[in-house]
């Protein structure tokens, strides 16, 4: 039998982290965030904070038609390969919440997800990210807009759809106007 | 003070419609969908049935550079100003659902919006769209794809937003996974 997962793809600042951990914890089911980056980092060698970095600085199909992967795979798709296998293995495991890296995509024929986006405007974004992660000398803006942009063109580049249309999801929900809490409570009522 | 307004966008055949007059039914609140249309009707002089079709189909704006609209607003310019003080002006009247027709996008800054889209996967919508309007010479596949290829145009004509991004929404439901009753729970709870 398939099992139940919520999968969260979220805009970075937006509480989506947040909120899967959240649901996780009312459901008495796992959430798996860092684990999965540190399986990953474990299962390929490379080090978490590479691992980590990878989906937000991916360069997208564009530029890697300029890369080397035409004559083998490059590091970003040695870990796509892992990443796949780390994410369906803990799919295999039981009902879980599994947050980002296109664990919706990954999953869609293997189990029976719930495929969660969780986005909000930039000004509750930023307000987040400054109090979570503190000022940094690039503003919190141009941070937004970068990590943003390379997030969409990983994610286009290894699924093949549009960052954010509301059409690739079960139920997309902007954190800024329906409160986090609102938020947990309908996934968890989806579930 | 600002009054608190429903706006439900959907995709062709995904049960928006039905779920927004569910909505209002639950909040006793009205439900704007054929009296917005037989409104602009009366106020521009056109017919009942034009006006419903204009919103399916828009030319875009490629095609429209090609019309006489550097010279003079054409029937859809005329009937989209209508369509905005109509919208608008149920919208002072006070809470209601509105239908289709970018209302989210009329009422962006006038109003207290709960901005809904409704969407869900051809299967299910090919299946409500026999069911409900029965078949026709065009394929149903046809059917909603010259729909929805007019409605985005429609869309990002008038409000330069993309149709069907989550980021434009505060809430967006597939209607087929979600089911159109539970859709109607989740959205009434956030009124």
Same mark, same amino acid.
């Given at each position: 039998m398939k099992n139940r997962i919520i999968t969260i793809s979220r805009e970075f600042g937006s509480g989506g982290r947040t909120i899967g951990k959240k649901v996780a914890e009312k459901l008495n089911i796992p959430c798996y965030d860092s684990e999965l980056? @540190?399986?990953i980092a474990l299962e390929s060698g490379f080090s978490e904070e590479y691992v980590k970095e990878i989906e937000e600085n991916s360069r997208g199909r !564009? /530029?890697?038609l300029f890369s080397n992967r035409a004559y083998a795979p490059n590091n970003e798709d040695i870990i796509w390969k892992i990443q796949c296998k780390v994410i369906l293995? !803990?799919? @295999?495991k039981g009902p879980c919440v599994i947050v980002g890296r296109c664990a919706d995509y990954? /999953?869609?024929e293997k189990a029976d997800c719930l495929k969660v986006f969780i986005h909000a405007? *930039? *000004?509750f974004r930023a307000e987040r990210i400054v109090n979570g992660y503190g000022e940094t000398d690039v503003s919190v803006e141009q941070r937004i807009k970068e990590k943003e942009k390379r997030r969409a063109a990983y994610h286009r580049f290894y699924t093949d759809k549009k960052w954010g249309d509301a059409r690739n999801y079960d139920v997309a929900l902007d954190s800024g106007v329906i409160g986090l809490d609102k938020c947990v409570e309908i996934i968890k009522s989806l579930f």
């Open positions: 980056i @540190e399986k !564009f /530029l890697s293995d !803990f799919a @295999e990954v /999953l869609r405007d *930039k *000004k």
